[in-house]
């Protein structure tokens, strides 16, 4: 069955595997400390990026643009979380920015044609 699909190339093997851990440290954070209002939206988003990256590694041709937009989700609720509670000295803003600049790259490695099976492997 997955002989017949075709495999990801590299940077995009690279960029689900970052993702899947960032991930997975954010769901077992929002566990760890329960989940709210706020948080519920991050889990949902976590959850969305997790199962589409299982999805686009098995080779599932729309789980690459699930992904991006569930990485628009997360991008949207950091940036309202940065302009409510952040100001312009916080300790966090540094960390933040590094957060949001892993998913822009992640979103645009997803996105571009390196996210595409390799045309050698294709059906």
């Known amino acids: 069955m997955s002989a017949d699909r075709p495999s990801p190339r590299w940077p995009l093997r690279v960029t689900l595997s970052i993702l899947l851990?960032?991930?997975?440290?954010?769901?077992?954070?929002?566990?760890?400390?329960g989940i709210s209002g706020g948080s519920a939206v991050l889990l949902v988003a976590s959850l969305g990026i997790v199962l589409?990256?299982?999805?686009?590694?098995?080779?599932?041709s729309w789980a690459r643009w699930s992904i991006v937009a569930f990485i628009v989700l997360r991008l949207a609720h950091?940036?309202?979380?940065?302009?409510?509670?952040?100001?312009?000295?916080?300790?966090?803003?540094?960390?933040?920015?590094i957060l949001v600049a892993i998913y822009v790259a992640a979103g645009a490695v997803v996105a571009s044609p390196l996210g595409r099976p390799a045309a050698g492997a294709a059906r």
């Open 21 to 33: 851990v960032i991930e997975v440290v954010f769901i077992i954070k929002i566990i760890g400390e």
């Open 52 to 60: 589409s990256c299982v999805l686009a590694w098995r080779g599932t």
């Open 78 to 97: 950091i940036g309202v979380s940065m302009a409510a509670h952040f100001s312009p000295d916080d300790h966090r803003l540094p960390g933040t920015l």
